[in-house]
């Protein structure tokens, strides 16, 4: 090995930073550095085949961001000349793909009160306030979306609500409505925030179980969407580590 690391210097030392680096970032299986290490520019191939080149999909969403920001831009100059709300309605959508929450928020409050009133913006602005840690102002928004439609987001909107119950220390209704989603989803999401307020009201052991069912979703998931679904699966190890017992 150490005569393909000299025969292929300074590429091989490359491809293990390249790789290395990628592996700090998006945290695969462990045993993926050790691969990297020992098996040195051969590893770092494996490596790079196995799982940088299967991410291409950030290089395109890098591009959407580029794409967005301009978009972004050009609606804050169109808003001067014409405060309509879908085009608030527009930016706040694009602000929040792009995680700044806070400011759309605000182009959410602005398309509301322009009155339009869809569940659709009601429910992004929830969300956005829950990744806010306004607990309080997320249940009023997301409240009547799931009153309205119970599936809403593939049910993901019930268990953003139980989670903000829970935040606002609706215990009761937090359960029930999580117990409800969870006949029918499996959103990772949902499994995790509910094992989240088991832990925090002390059932430890049924936290414990529910934090275990993202992880047993893995084995038998597409490897595209076990990547996708990775930092769900980090999260509910980094929970079971905190569990005692």
Same mark, same amino acid.
């Given at each position: 090995?150490?005569?393909?690391?000299?025969?292929?210097?300074?590429?091989?030392?490359?491809?293990?930073?390249? !790789?290395?680096? +990628?592996?700090?970032?998006? #945290?695969?299986?462990?045993?993926?550095?050790?691969? &990297?290490?020992?098996?040195?520019?051969?590893?770092?191939? &494996?490596?790079? $085949?196995?799982?940088?080149?299967?991410?291409?999909?950030?290089?395109?969403?890098?591009?959407?961001?580029?794409?967005?920001?301009? =978009?972004?831009? *050009?609606?804050?100059?169109?808003?001067? *000349?014409?405060?309509?709300?879908?085009?608030?309605?527009?930016?706040?959508?694009?602000?929040?793909?792009?995680? *700044?929450?806070?400011?759309? #928020? *605000?182009?959410?409050?602005?398309?509301?009160?322009? +009155?339009?009133? %869809?569940?659709?913006?009601?429910? =992004?602005?929830? $969300?956005?306030?829950?990744?806010?840690?306004?607990?309080?102002?997320? $249940?009023?928004? &997301?409240?009547?979306?799931?009153?309205?439609?119970? !599936?809403?987001?593939? +049910?993901?909107?019930?268990?953003?609500?139980? +989670?903000?119950?829970?935040?606002?220390?609706?215990?009761?209704?937090?359960?029930?409505?999580?117990?409800?989603?969870?006949?029918?989803? %499996?959103?990772?999401?949902?499994?995790?925030?509910?094992?989240?307020?088991?832990?925090?009201?002390?059932?430890?052991?049924?936290?414990?179980?529910?934090?275990?069912? $993202?992880?047993?979703?893995?084995?038998?998931?597409?490897?595209?969407?076990? #990547? #996708?679904?990775?930092?769900?699966?980090?999260?509910?190890?980094?929970?079971? =580590?905190?569990?005692?017992?």
């Amino acid at each position: 090995m150490g005569f393909l690391t000299s025969l292929f210097y300074p590429w091989g030392l490359i491809l293990q930073v390249i !790789a290395l680096i +990628h592996f700090f970032r998006r #945290r695969p299986d462990t045993y993926w550095v050790f691969i &990297i290490i020992f098996l040195g520019p051969l590893g770092a191939l &494996i490596y790079i $085949v196995a799982e940088i080149i299967p991410d291409y999909q950030i290089l395109n969403q890098s591009f959407k961001g580029f794409s967005r920001g301009k =978009r972004i831009r *050009d609606l804050q100059l169109i808003i001067r *000349d014409n405060p309509a709300a879908g085009n608030y309605e527009e930016l706040g959508e694009l602000y929040m793909e792009s995680g *700044d929450y806070l400011a759309a #928020r *605000d182009a959410f409050d602005k398309a509301i009160s322009g +009155h339009i009133d %869809t569940i659709d913006t009601f429910y =992004r602005r929830g $969300v956005c306030s829950l990744r806010l840690g306004d607990a309080s102002a997320a $249940v009023a928004d &997301i409240e009547p979306v799931v009153a309205k439609d119970p !599936a809403y987001d593939f +049910h993901r909107a019930g268990g953003l609500l139980a +989670h903000a119950y829970a935040l606002t220390g609706q215990i009761e209704k937090s359960e029930a409505l999580f117990r409800r989603v969870l006949i029918i989803s %499996t959103l990772s999401e949902t499994y995790l925030n509910f094992a989240s307020m088991l832990a925090a009201t002390g059932r430890t052991a049924e936290a414990r179980q529910y934090a275990m069912k $993202v992880l047993e979703k893995a084995p038998t998931m597409p490897r595209y969407l076990r #990547r #996708r679904e990775r930092p769900w699966f980090q999260q509910a190890k980094k929970l079971l =580590r905190q569990l005692p017992g």
